[in-house]
């Protein structure tokens, strides 16, 4: 028996540049792009993929 798959709604026209000029503004504002690199998580991401031999 086949499950239904359900439409996935989508922007179009007016509604999808104002959505796309929002996202755009967020990405411009975000405040934490400047030390990413430094962050606990990226250095241990970092020293697991040398330690691999994928960086």
């Known amino acids: 028996m086949a499950t239904a798959i359900k439409a996935i709604p989508t ?21 934490g792009t400047d030390n990413r690199d430094n962050h606990s998580y990226c250095l241990m991401a970092h020293a ?8």
């Open 11 to 31: 922007l179009k026209g007016k509604e999808a540049r104002v959505f796309l000029q929002h996202a755009e503004e967020a990405e411009r504002n975000y405040k």
């Open 48 to 55: 697991i993929l040398s330690k691999a031999g994928m960086l």
